[in-house]
């Protein structure tokens, strides 16, 4: 108890290892954003007509298809971590733009995930992919990545925690459980997302 209290009241900085743990959270998170590009898809005659009134001056539908393939197949590259930086720039585009558009509409019901997920695409575009994606190990063997990323053999173990406390916690919201099924369910995801930490080298 008193290890978790220093921790939780102190001002110590994350070492590498558990920054690049929060940043595969962080890219995990990037899931939520592929909905909203599927239902465009499922949508798309409606929307090609007027697609918020072509936002960047290209066209309906063009405007409409470059959304999408952000939405999805920029958020899914994140995911994975391969040129994270360039999707979140992409995205924190397009979610600007959305931005903008919903700028004069109520906060709380259609102004707030936009913004804050300018604010965690622009939070990527700082951090990278970090040590557990895809640019890492293709670009291990370059002197810039070598001496920051060495894999380990509780490297895994991270990975499949931080997985792991994702799908639990997103289908604990998706999913219609009992009150007391979704706070054990959140609560087996918080103690995972934890082991994923304790996992990391100090």
């Known amino acids: 108890m008193?290890?978790?209290l220093t921790w939780a009241l102190s001002g110590s900085q994350p070492t590498a290892e558990r920054l690049s743990v929060l940043t595969l959270f962080l890219r995990l998170f990037a899931v939520i954003m592929i909905p909203y590009g599927l239902t465009k898809v499922n949508d798309f005659s409606a929307l090609s007509l007027d697609f918020f009134g072509n936002p960047i001056g290209i066209g309906h539908v063009p405007s409409l298809i470059l959304t999408?393939?952000?939405?999805?197949?920029?958020s899914a590259l994140i995911i994975l971590g391969f040129q994270t930086r360039l999707c979140a720039m992409i995205l924190a585009f397009n979610l600007a733009v959305a931005t903008k558009f919903?700028?004069?509409d109520p906060f709380c019901s259609t102004t707030a995930l936009p913004v804050l997920c300018v604010g965690l695409y622009i939070t990527l575009i700082?951090?990278?992919s970090g040590k557990y994606s895809i640019d890492a190990l293709m670009f291990r063997k370059s002197s810039r990545f070598?001496?920051?990323y060495v894999y380990n053999n509780n490297d895994i173990k991270v990975v499949l925690c931080m997985i792991a406390a994702c799908i639990i916690t997103i289908l604990t919201f998706a999913l219609d459980f009992s009150g007391i099924t979704s706070f054990m369910l959140l609560l087996i995801a918080g103690i995972l997302f934890l082991c994923s930490f304790m996992f990391c080298k100090e």
């Open 2 to 4: 008193k290890t978790f």
């Open 68 to 74: 999408i393939v952000a939405q999805i197949g920029c």
């Open 102 to 104: 919903h700028f004069f």
């Open 126 to 128: 700082v951090l990278g």
């Open 146 to 148: 070598s001496s920051k």
